[in-house]
Each structure stands twice: as structure tokens, then as C-alpha cells.
């Protein structure tokens, strides 16, 4: 199991946000979180890549790719990150430097040194997000969805088990949000576990998936809602 929470308290701040959570993700799941703003969609995925922490006496179970998140170092949440992709609806790219020189970076930081290599696999990841053609524009050359694409392609640079998404359709044209989600489904079935939060509940039929919902401090998967064919 990717993630497993078992009565786990979610906090902003002192603020408890979600009560009692129990969530759990597997390799190769697509799954969306729903609820209107405020609910604690963002914070529970926050928790997952440690940007929020999960008091030690409140959980039963707090695991995220085999650490127990009660307990992990502040030094050792890198090593969790890079096994993880994280998708900002805001795209957070660096607008100074292609987009090439953007995942470059990211790889020299994550410990790759072969030129060829790090080459080889920006190829890779642009080739299977649609954007090989893009490489040496500046992120100002490209539309939104393109933006969104090269973050997705940053997102698979470490061959991550789960992709955690934050409203990545939230800026975007309903035809893009269309496509970025298709693409994060057609990921999913290569093996990597996507979770995503979303306000497009559209998107709940057209590409079917696990749905929890935050609602009033609490999360409860409702997936019998919606279509599962």
C-alpha cells in the first residue's frame, strides 16, 4: 500500500480541519478528492509530502511509501519527495529558464550526473506528456495547458510510485482540463497512483476513478456515486 491512514487527525496550524481520516491508496489507483473550498483537500495532501505534519499521538496508522509519517526527520522528506510526483495548480515553474533547463533542474538536484542520462530521460518525460517540440521555450512562450504538461512532465522525472495533484485543472479551459486529466488517467495505468483534488466533477464520469469527499471536518470515499463503468 502507497498511502495508509487510519484515524488521522489533520491540522492547519491549531485548526483541526479533518477528523479521523482514513484514506488509503494502492499502486496504480486514480482517485479523486472532492469538496468545496475550505474542506481540507489540500491539507490532507500536504500531509502526505510532509508540507503539513501529522501529530504523533493522533494517528493509529500515518504511512506514505513505507514511512511511518509520526515519526519521520525533517532531513529524510527529500528522499520521500523524490519518490513522489507533486502537481500545483499553479504550475510553479521557473520562468526564468527553458523548459528544458526546468527539469534539468530539478534532476541535478535530485542526484543525477550523467549528461546523457539526464538528456535521455528530459526526452522521455516530454515525449510521453506531448511536449518534446516545446523544449527550448520559455515558460512564457507556452499556453496554460502547456504549462500544466511540463509540470506533469517534471512530475515523472524520478519515476514516481504516486503522482499527488493539487487542483491542476483549477486555471485551465474545460477542452485542456480535459486532456490534462486523460493524461493523468493514461499514467495511472502504467502503474503510478495519481491523486488529485478537484472542484471539475464532470471529470468524475468521464474518466472514472476512487472519489472521497471532505465535508464538514470529515472524508468518506462515496465512489458508489459515480459512474464506475
Same mark, same amino acid.
Given at each position: 500500500?502507497?498511502?495508509?491512514?487510519?484515524?488521522?487527525?489533520?491540522?492547519?496550524?491549531?485548526?483541526?480541519?479533518?477528523?479521523?481520516?482514513?484514506?488509503?491508496?494502492?499502486?496504480?489507483?486514480?482517485?479523486?478528492?472532492?469538496?468545496?473550498?475550505?474542506?481540507?483537500?489540500?491539507?490532507?495532501?500536504?500531509?502526505?509530502?510532509?508540507?503539513?505534519?501529522?501529530?504523533?499521538?493522533?494517528?493509529?496508522?500515518?504511512?506514505?511509501?513505507?514511512?511511518?509519517?509520526?515519526?519521520?526527520?525533517?532531513?529524510?522528506?527529500?528522499?520521500?519527495?523524490?519518490?513522489?510526483?507533486?502537481?500545483?495548480?499553479?504550475?510553479?515553474?521557473?520562468?526564468?529558464?527553458?523548459?528544458?533547463?526546468?527539469?534539468?533542474?530539478?534532476?541535478?538536484?535530485?542526484?543525477? =550526473?550523467? =549528461?546523457?542520462?539526464?538528456?535521455?530521460?528530459?526526452?522521455?518525460?516530454?515525449?510521453?506528456?506531448?511536449?518534446?517540440?516545446?523544449?527550448?521555450?520559455?515558460?512564457?512562450?507556452?499556453?496554460?495547458?502547456?504549462?500544466?504538461?511540463?509540470?506533469?512532465?517534471?512530475?515523472?522525472?524520478?519515476?514516481?510510485?504516486?503522482?499527488?495533484?493539487?487542483?491542476?485543472?483549477?486555471?485551465?479551459?474545460?477542452?485542456?482540463?480535459?486532456?490534462?486529466?486523460?493524461?493523468?488517467?493514461?499514467?495511472?495505468?502504467?502503474?503510478?497512483?495519481?491523486?488529485?483534488?478537484?472542484?471539475?466533477?464532470?471529470?468524475?464520469? =468521464?474518466?472514472?476513478?476512487?472519489?472521497?469527499?471532505?465535508?464538514?471536518?470529515?472524508?468518506?470515499?462515496?465512489?458508489?456515486?459515480?459512474?464506475? =463503468?
Amino acid at each position: 500500500m502507497l498511502v495508509d491512514y487510519k484515524k488521522v487527525n489533520v491540522y492547519q496550524a491549531d485548526a483541526l480541519i479533518l477528523s479521523d481520516v482514513d484514506f488509503h491508496v494502492d499502486e496504480g489507483e486514480f482517485i479523486y478528492i472532492i469538496g468545496k473550498v475550505g474542506s481540507g483537500k489540500s491539507s490532507l495532501l500536504k500531509t502526505m509530502y510532509c508540507e503539513l505534519d501529522i501529530e504523533d499521538e493522533d494517528a493509529e496508522t500515518a504511512e506514505v511509501l513505507g514511512r511511518d509519517l509520526r515519526k519521520i526527520r525533517r532531513k529524510e522528506v527529500p528522499s520521500l519527495r523524490k519518490e513522489m510526483g507533486i502537481i500545483f495548480q499553479d504550475f510553479q515553474l521557473l520562468h526564468d529558464r527553458s523548459v528544458e533547463e526546468n527539469l534539468r533542474f530539478v534532476l541535478k538536484a535530485t542526484g543525477w =550526473k550523467s =549528461k546523457q542520462d539526464i538528456n535521455g530521460r528530459i526526452d522521455k518525460v516530454l515525449n510521453a506528456v506531448g511536449m518534446i517540440k516545446k523544449k527550448k521555450k520559455m515558460p512564457s512562450e507556452l499556453s496554460g495547458g502547456e504549462q500544466q504538461r511540463i509540470a506533469i512532465a517534471r512530475s515523472l522525472l524520478n519515476t514516481p510510485k504516486i503522482i499527488i495533484a493539487d487542483e491542476p485543472t483549477g486555471n485551465l479551459d474545460p477542452e485542456t482540463a480535459t486532456n490534462i486529466v486523460a493524461l493523468l488517467k493514461e499514467i495511472s495505468l502504467t502503474g503510478t497512483a495519481v491523486v488529485m483534488s478537484t472542484h471539475n466533477i464532470p471529470m468524475l464520469d =468521464k474518466f472514472p476513478g476512487i472519489v472521497y469527499q471532505c465535508e464538514d471536518g470529515h472524508i468518506s470515499e462515496i465512489t458508489q456515486e459515480y459512474n464506475t =463503468k
